[in-house]
């Protein structure tokens, strides 16, 4: 039996783990009374997928339905691939250890570009062909969702179909239609035409593609009765959204091993670098009694003695405090430590510190992205050193000697004199720690300095924009290296090759899907992993394709070129995206949504307050 197999060659690997389910919270359920099967599927470690939120969310709406059984599948590291494909071991899912080519749905969650060679890999191991054009009408239709569908474009030929934008409503839709059609006998075809009328369905299939002679897209069409542009999907009244009161507890440690609660969805801030702040629009918050009574379910359920709440920005719910204050009591008598990541420099107060400190305290963690002003004015991060340095010194007073600090490199109309920036910020900071602590015996500063690589994304300002170059990254670099060599501050970079990948990706066409495919032939998994990584083996596929990453990465777009994302509408208008990009220039700002309403395109679509 296949069962008896996973138990045999678990036991082999390094994590077994990872790979025999049954875990406090799973949902096990009569197959011979359920009639559609989803096979949920993150295509990474089993202790990154099991930290996601999306899953829980969606593994727990779609089991609360006694006739869909969704179930959990996580890519097998190398050590159990390789077991698998030795001893006729089919990709599984964990609560019923069946195939998934058993299943009537196998979807993959697409949460980062350098995921997508596990895509395929993870369809070869279910013994399903890559192509969707390859498979037959009786295996699963094949699905996926999450932030990298914004553009799915290189990914689009090997799918069936992909969910845009929010979840919970769409994903039942789309199993109901199904559940319907399979009882009428219809064909997956025939299910396919239907479901492309659902909103926030794009069957890709159903899009024909033409190119320039220069590589540019020329035009996407329709090719029969399908909707054109394909709009994503908004939840509209977010505090009473499912949230599951329960979570699958895992046996072995991952990346957060904690309870989560959203508590806001959305960004009022218009950072033009930040995809998430845009394709999540419209801002919307949760109650403050909401969010209270699922924190109590989850830790009840679950026994975590850590909860996190998770935001774009946590400290932008329009009731900071009282929430705070709410939880932290909770927290507090039943010993919970309580985790607020995602806070702003410019909303930071001693009251929102005193509250933290009441459950936890360890470093914190601030985005300043840029070095001077200049630079924080073109990317709209709208917060100055002083309020930086406030922050610090209301932190530092409360007793903190640990900061990470965040910048990125590359951004557009960067120079030199930025990076040098950066060098001045962290030397203000430390010197406003050991000024603060004068006198203090036996208190040393840490800081953590990471710069990250700017990566252009589509549906932001900054899609327009070329990435920078590796020679000009590294002499950037070195200014910091060369300029920073006291114990106290660390330093970390990004990897340019990893990066330049992820852009090309992001930003890519169909015909990228040539690329992924012979990097995965030629032996490309787990891409984001640094010992994995094989950027040799990704250029060789990029020329086998006759592709150059360059010209996806680094090459400037003109306002009036059709992007290979332009026939997706996730109500941020073009025309809206050009004028922050004009202005980013001009090093103008734009208020935050709370302030002004900027006219994305957004509030014509859903309204309201701050559209939310």
């Not at 070869?124 to 062909?129: C, I, N, R, S, V």
């Not at 192509?131 to 999450?146: F, N, Q």
């Not at 203000?428 to 700017?454: H, M, P, Q």
């Not at 992924?516 to 030629?522: D, F, G, M, V």
Request: proline share 4%; hydrophobic share 35%; aromatic share 12%.
């Amino acid at each position: 039996m296949l069962k008896d197999r996973i138990e045999k060659f678990a036991l082999r690997s390094e994590k077994p783990s990872r790979y025999i389910g049954g875990e406090v919270g799973s949902v096990i359920k009569d197959k011979s009374k359920v009639d559609v099967r989803f096979a949920f599927c993150f295509p990474d470690t089993y202790e990154v997928g099991m930290s996601h939120l999306g899953m829980k969310i969606l593994y727990g709406l779609k089991n609360a339905r006694e006739n869909f059984w969704c179930e959990r599948v996580f890519a097998p590291d190398n050590d159990f691939e390789k077991l698998m494909r030795e001893n006729g071991i089919p990709l599984y899912a964990l609560e019923s250890l069946d195939p998934v080519k058993e299943f009537d749905f196998i979807g993959f969650t697409m949460q980062y570009e350098l995921s997508y060679t596990n895509v395929l890999n993870m369809l070869d191991l279910a013994g399903l062909e890559v192509y969707a054009d390859k498979r037959c009408e009786t295996d699963p239709i094949v699905v996926a969702g999450g932030p990298c569908v914004c553009n799915p474009e290189p990914l689009a030929p090997f799918f069936d179909l992909f969910i845009l934008g929010e979840g919970e409503e769409v994903n039942l839709e789309l199993m109901d239609l199904y559940c319907d059609m399979k009882h009428q006998g219809k064909t997956k075809s025939e299910f396919l035409e239907a479901a492309s009328k659902i909103e926030g369905i794009y069957v890709p299939n159903f899009y024909d593609v033409r190119y320039f002679e220069d590589g540019r897209v020329e035009s996407v069409t329709p090719n029969r009765d399908a909707p054109m542009p394909i709009k994503k999907r908004i939840i509209r009244d977010f505090d009473k959204v499912y949230y599951p009161d329960y979570f699958v507890v895992p046996f072995t440690d991952i990346v957060h091993d904690r309870a989560v609660v959203e508590v806001l969805r959305g960004c009022i801030r218009g950072c033009r670098f930040c995809q998430a702040g845009y394709i999540y629009r419209p801002f919307r918050a949760k109650g403050v009694d909401t969010i209270a009574k699922q924190t109590k379910a989850l830790c009840e359920q679950t026994g975590y003695e850590e909860v996190s709440l998770s935001s774009l920005s946590t400290s932008d719910h329009p009731d900071i405090e009282n929430l705070l204050s709410k939880l932290v009591d909770y927290t507090e008598s039943e010993k919970v430590s309580l985790s607020l990541p995602s806070l702003r420099v410019d909303n930071f107060s001693e009251e929102i510190l005193e509250k933290i400190n009441r459950v936890r305290k360890s470093g914190l963690t601030f985005a300043a992205e840029a070095g001077t002003q200049r630079l924080r004015d073109v990317i709209n991060k709208n917060i100055t050193e002083e309020e930086i340095l406030s922050t610090c010194h209301i932190a530092f007073a409360s007793g903190y000697s640990t900061v990470k600090l965040y910048f990125m490199m590359g951004l557009p109309t960067e120079t030199d004199d930025d990076i040098y920036g950066i060098v001045t910020l962290v030397r203000r900071i430390s010197d406003l720690f050991y000024e603060v602590n004068r006198g203090v015996k036996g208190k040393f500063l840490s800081i953590s300095v990471s710069c990250a690589t700017f990566v252009p994304k589509p549906f932001t300002p900054f899609e327009f924009e070329p990435q920078i170059t590796e020679d000009v990254l590294l002499h950037r670099q070195k200014i910091l290296t060369d300029s920073f060599k006291s114990k106290h501050i660390r330093l970390s970079y990004h990897n340019h090759d990893v990066s330049l990948l992820e852009a090309t990706l992001a930003r890519g066409d169909r015909r990228l899907s040539r690329v992924i495919y012979l990097a995965w032939k030629k032996g490309c998994t787990f891409d984001s992993w640094d010992e994995h990584f094989k950027f040799d083996k990704w250029l060789e596929a990029f020329k086998e394709a006759g592709l150059d990453p360059e010209f996806y990465a680094c090459r400037k777009r003109e306002y009036d070129e059709v992007m290979p994302w332009s026939h997706l509408d996730y109500f941020i208008s073009k025309r809206f995206l050009i004028n922050e990009n004009i202005k980013a220039h001009q090093g103008i700002t734009t208020p935050n949504c709370a302030q002004k309403c900027s006219g994305c395109g957004m509030k014509k679509e859903f309204g309201g307050t701050y559209c939310g």
